[in-house]
């Protein structure tokens, strides 16, 4: 890019994780990005938190020529989405593209989610996916054509449906976008990127993926990264209103 947008990508918790790799890329290819994380969501899940995870992601950011701000969000407060803008602009400027990889997953089924869970859920993935979205829409002046929303998106619901149900509604939430967003010359997709391996998957489960996908092995954050950078580019910029699957042809 000729002039540095600025990116926000949220759900940047690890280093391994798909945010991770998108903010990466994106930096590279000449953008300034904004990452979000909640330390409090990876410290209950089996990996943990990564205490230094932000700082090494902007060291590495800062070395591709990039500016960028790592910051805590707690996106199950519906205030958060204006402050986590307001302090991305802070430090970055204005705000011309969105990706959001945050998510709230923990694996429960219809007859043993919780309420407490299947709320939660629905708060981190959809209305603070709307919310997000709300912010960049009130904020963005343009240049038209220039402004970019992505979310990444899963179609597991079998065993893991809070999750499952509230990742489609923030599917119709962000293709809402496309249209709604479409006199800002706003482009805004979701991704469905399938199995994707940041440490979660056990070898059984490496082997049956690898075995049902047509190209023999499992995805990776770097493949999420791909497709975001180029739908963040001008070339990507035709491409809007689209729930992409972009996971190897899996069956």
Not at 103 to 132: I, K, T, Y
Not at 149 to 166: E, K, Q, R, V
């Amino acid at each position: 890019m000729s002039e540095r947008g600025v990116a926000l990508v949220t759900g940047v918790g690890r280093t391994i994780g798909i945010g991770a790799a998108v903010a990466l890329d994106l930096a590279e290819a000449g953008w300034d990005v904004a990452i979000s994380h909640w330390r409090p969501y990876d410290e209950k899940m089996p990996w943990g938190a990564d205490a230094d995870a932000q700082r090494q992601l902007t060291d590495r950011m800062t070395a591709f020529g990039a500016r960028s701000a790592a910051i805590e969000a707690d996106l199950s407060d519906p205030a958060t989405p204006a402050r986590l803008f307001d302090a991305a602009e802070r430090e970055l400027g204005a705000v011309t593209a969105l990706v959001m990889c945050h998510a709230e997953s923990v694996d429960s089924g219809l007859l043993d989610s919780s309420v407490v869970s299947f709320d939660l859920h629905f708060a981190v993935n959809a209305r603070a996916s709307w919310l997000l979205i709300k912010e960049f829409g009130q904020r963005f002046h343009g240049p038209h054509g220039a402004g970019r929303i992505m979310a990444f998106t899963s179609d597991h619901t079998a065993g893991n449906m809070p999750y499952g149900s509230s990742k489609a509604a923030l599917d119709r939430i962000t293709l809402a976008a496309a249209r709604e967003l479409a006199h800002l010359g706003v482009t805004a997709n979701v991704i469905n990127p399938g199995p994707v391996d940041t440490g979660w998957m056990t070898p059984e489960l490496l082997n049956d993926v690898e075995r049902d996908t047509p190209l023999g092995r499992v995805g990776t954050p770097q493949d999420c990264a791909n497709l975001v950078t180029f739908l963040c580019s001008p070339q990507g910029g035709w491409i809007n209103g689209q729930l992409l699957h972009s996971n190897g042809g899996i069956k």
